[in-house]
């Protein structure tokens, strides 16, 4: 079971290394604890001392790592290079993502591909009007125009104390699921966009190990179940 919760993690991994804001998840291994903690040698449980020598799968963590900055050159591109997230205004709430692949809509709100307002530090949809477009590192968005420049918004960048409390919802948007944000040190570059933080080699050579690791499981499953299935119809009737 763990080796197949592993190849489809693997399997989902490689299917977005090219979405851009894409955060591979992990496995991660507990133990489990079966007829005490006894310690003696003489007295401790032989099943307690077998399974917890052995790695069992407790889930998937989500990997947080840097994924490489594309250029685009689209003024409105924004990469994060440190910790942090975009919020965006969903129609489930407010979400957070690393796709920085944003637009403005007709009546001038930045948004993302799928129309959902981005959001300042106030948390509050951001209006840029027509001109030439600068986003400063820290997040400020100041708009040109024949009759000057001026300061219009400010993207917000988020982080968490405890990244924990992030679930994967989708492929690059994330839940806090309540937790509330504090502000990411996280610097803004603009004209870019951040892929996502597993390479197509590895997450192939990835899928390629488990896969392999998971016949290997399912074929001595097999010689187990054979050798059992025989003892149970030719050996037990004996006795």
Same mark, same amino acid.
């Given at each position: ?62 990997? &947080?790592?840097?994924?490489? &900055? ?93 990244k924990s409390v992030l679930s994967a919802e989708g492929s690059n948007r994330f839940s806090a699921n309540g937790a509330k944000p504090t502000a990411a040190n996280a610097l803004v570059e603009q ?49």
């Amino acid at each position: 079971m763990a080796r197949t919760q592993a190849l489809d993690t693997a399997a989902n991994n490689l299917a977005n290394a090219g979405t851009s804001g894409f955060r591979a998840q992990r496995d991660y291994f507990s133990g489990v604890l079966a007829g005490g903690i006894d310690q003696d040698p003489e007295t401790a449980s032989q099943v307690g001392q077998s399974v917890n020598g052995f790695g069992v799968l407790g889930g998937n963590r989500l990997d &947080l790592g840097q994924g490489e &900055l594309k250029a685009t050159g689209n003024p409105l591109d924004l990469a994060l290079e440190g910790q942090g997230f975009f919020a965006i205004q969903t129609p489930n709430g407010i979400r957070y993502t690393r796709d920085g692949a944003f637009s403005r809509s007709p009546k001038g709100v930045l948004q993302t591909s799928q129309a959902e307002p981005v959001l300042d530090a106030n948390l509050k949809p951001i209006t840029i009007p027509t001109g030439t477009i600068y986003v400063s590192p820290d997040g400020t968005i100041s708009v040109s125009t024949p009759d000057g420049s001026a300061i219009v918004g400010k993207v917000g960048a988020f982080d968490f104390s405890d990244k924990s409390v992030l679930s994967a919802e989708g492929s690059n948007r994330f839940s806090a699921n309540g937790a509330k944000p504090t502000a990411a040190n996280a610097l803004v570059e603009q004209g870019s966009v951040e892929g996502a933080n597993e390479d197509a080699v590895h997450g192939t050579m990835q899928l390629v190990l488990v896969q392999r690791q998971a016949e290997m499981m399912q074929k001595a499953l097999s010689v187990f179940n054979n050798d059992f299935d025989k003892t149970a119809s030719e050996d037990l009737p004996r006795v």
